[in-house]
């Protein structure tokens, strides 16, 4: 079912392991989520996502594997804004980065530094390239 | 392995102590996103038993284990440890008239559990500045992200937060911002070509590290290193009597 088609969505059994692979993956207990919306209001990145990060929560609780497909988990920056307002205590960035790692361990790049242009390369400090693909590489 | 490199790290603190070059088994850091990731791997490998033994397991060529011991501290909690009436003490040119907005950024105060202060309302880094005479500027994005690494294939979107915070200074009356972190330092110093061509508003405003602004009010002009700002701070601290 596409995101946002407006549809019912239903908890199937076999929708539980990814639910079950995120809690895992993170320590985080996404059902602990009551949709209040703090991670989305204060996230800076939101202008450049395409699903909020509650909306994130939320699917991810009702297991919907398709969220993987979502641009939000690429744009997160780990901030860590998000987890220190949570009022239910849920690191909402360390469920983005374990979303990350869902898609990453499929053996996918979403950066590649090789487009870099060599004055790109000069400019830029080690710091910066090196965290980009420590979060957005395999 | 992501957390296989912090750990070899602070083995080599506790191998410090071992050897008697130091007494206590404490590592100090400079930088925000280095003391954010030694500590947060150095909470792994002490709380959770899994990851331990897998970066174990592929360490077994170290002299010994890493025992868990390592404490990482940045310099503000040095400092606040040594007191700020004692870094008063060593100020020479107090920093008069100076108002600075401290920006923290993220690492060096989130996770919550894991900061070097209150994740919302610090403190820590304006105790500096009132001890070197400053005049602290609060500015509310002093925490907000600056970009991060999104400056290598997102600049544009980087630049937009760093502008953000840079004009919220700047409109808040302050005449330069200190910070930590060496990547905030490159958003919001050295794009500043990309965020002037982006921003036909953007008035630059000179970026610091703390530590610089240290160097000066004790009196110690070369260490300063105040040539290597973009833009450069030094007109401005001339016209308040701060610089020959």
């Not at chain 2, 500043?192 to 970026?207: A, Y």
């Amino acid at each position: 079912m596409p995101l946002g088609s407006g549809e019912t969505l239903r908890l199937g059994e076999e929708l539980k392991p990814f639910r079950e692979r995120v809690k895992e993956l993170s320590g985080e207990d996404v059902g602990l989520c009551y949709q209040c919306g703090a991670c989305s209001s204060g996230c800076p990145l939101t202008d450049e996502m395409d699903l909020l990060p509650s909306t994130v929560m939320r699917l991810v609780q009702l297991g919907v594997e398709d969220v993987l497909n979502s641009k939000t988990i690429w744009i997160c920056s780990s901030c860590f804004t998000c987890q220190v307002r949570c009022p239910r205590g849920i690191d909402v960035a360390n469920v983005m980065e374990a979303l990350r790692q869902l898609v990453l361990r499929r053996r996918y790049d979403r950066v590649s530094i090789d487009i870099l242009t060599q004055e790109e390369l000069r400019e830029l400090p080690q710091i910066a390239l090196v965290s980009c693909q420590r979060k957005l590489t395999g | 392995m992501h957390h296989l490199a912090p750990i070899r790290v602070l083995l080599r603190v506790e191998e410090a102590v071992d050897a008697g070059l130091v007494d206590e088994p404490r590592v100090v850091t400079l930088c925000a996103m280095c003391y954010n990731t030694l500590k947060r791997a150095n909470h792994l490998y002490r709380n959770d038993a899994d990851k331990r033994r897998v970066i174990e397991s592929i360490m077994e060529k170290e002299s010994r284990p890493y025992g868990g011991k390592a404490e990482v501290i940045h310099l503000l909690q040095l400092l606040k440890e040594v007191g700020w009436e004692k870094v008063s003490e060593r100020v020479e040119k107090p920093l008069e008239g100076l108002k600075i907005a401290p920006y923290y950024g993220c690492l060096l105060l989130r996770p919550r559990g894991f900061g070097i202060d209150d994740p919302e309302e610090p403190r820590i880094m304006e105790s500096l500045i009132e001890a070197l005479g400053g005049e602290v500027v609060d500015i509310p994005f002093k925490s907000r992200c600056c970009g991060a690494y999104h400056t290598v294939f997102m600049k544009e979107e980087a630049a937009e937060l760093s502008y953000k915070i840079l004009r919220q200074a700047s409109e808040m009356g302050a005449d330069l911002i200190a910070l930590s972190c060496p990547l905030c330092m490159f958003n919001m110093a050295d794009r500043k070509s990309l965020i002037e061509r982006l921003f036909r508003d953007f008035k630059g405003i000179p970026v610091l590290y703390f530590t610089q602004l240290m160097a000066l009010a004790f009196g110690l002009e070369e260490e300063a290193h105040l040539d290597e700002n973009n833009p450069d701070p030094r007109p401005l601290l001339r016209e308040r009597g701060l610089w020959r």
